[in-house]
T-cell receptor, first 111, second 114 residues
Framework: QKEVEQNSGPLSVPEGAIASLNCTYS??????FFWYRQYSGKSPELIMS??SNGDKEDGRFTAQLNKASQYVSLLIRDSQPSDSATYLC???????????WGAGTKLIIKP | DVKVTQSSRYLVKRTGEKVFLECVQD?????MFWYRQDPGLGLRLIYF???????EKGDIPEGYSVSREKKERFSLILESASTNQTSMYLC?????????????FGPGTRLTVT
């Protein structure tokens, strides 16, 4: 079992709809979670971090964390073609500063 | 804003050459990381450093070494480049325990070894 799992996609969503991206992790003691966006040929860029159970909103993005079920999700409202990218989920590994990365979900927003 | 820069966007080297990839961050971050990213394999950690002159192996350190003589600079060295080291190399930094573990990435270096 991988430490951080994501559906590789592609996930196709019509423009204006809500895109829902999911991530599960295996270490029940994990405390810090991150979502990154990566455009083709570019480096990952941080979207948001989440540390507590529940929802965290930032503009059109909402991160949701459920530690009991060991999953974290990212919702993108009013999806735009510019949101088409690969979305990476990362989980902090213990106390040695490393992030454990999922393989990413490719999202395609269709006009 | 955090800025992480890498010395080259594209690099072409020959098999057996010694290759230096440089990374500089301007935000006084404690931690710095080197990854490689290959299609279908995701981000893989090569080495990281949590302080000047300190380094730890990541998941795939074989064939690589690192140097961190100053806090802002973290170098990745390919001792004798091989074709299987053709990849996208990404440097990242994070503030650390005092300020968070979010990693900020440089633009990447696409290395081709022929």
């Amino acid at each position: 079992q991988k430490e951080v799992e994501q559906n590789s996609g592609p996930l196709s969503v019509p423009e204006g709809a809500i895109a829902s991206l999911n991530c599960t992790y295996s270490d029940r003691g994990s405390q810090s979670f991150f979502w990154y966006r990566q455009y083709s040929g570019k480096s990952p860029e941080l979207i948001m971090s989440i540390y507590s159970n529940g929802d965290k909103e930032d503009g059109r993005f909402t991160a949701q964390l459920n530690k009991a079920s060991q999953y974290v999700s990212l919702l993108i409202r009013d999806s735009q073609p510019s949101d088409s990218a690969t979305y990476l989920c990362a989980v902090l590994r213990g106390s040695n500063y490393q992030l454990i990365w999922g393989a990413g979900t490719k999202l395609i927003i269709k006009p | 804003d955090v800025k992480v820069t890498q010395s080259s966007r594209y690099l072409v080297k020959r098999t057996g050459e010694k290759v230096f990839l440089e990374c500089v961050q301007d935000m006084d971050h404690e931690n710095m990381f080197w990854y490689r990213q290959d299609p279908g394999l995701g981000l893989r950690l090569i080495y990281f450093s949590y302080d000047v002159k300190m380094k730890e192996k990541g998941d795939i350190p074989e064939g690589y070494s690192v140097s961190r003589e100053k806090k802002e600079r973290f170098s990745l060295i390919l001792e004798s480049a091989s074709t299987n080291q053709t990849s996208m190399y990404l440097c990242a930094s994070s503030l650390g325990a005092a300020g968070g573990y979010e990693q900020y990435f440089g633009p990447g270096t696409r290395l081709t070894v022929t």
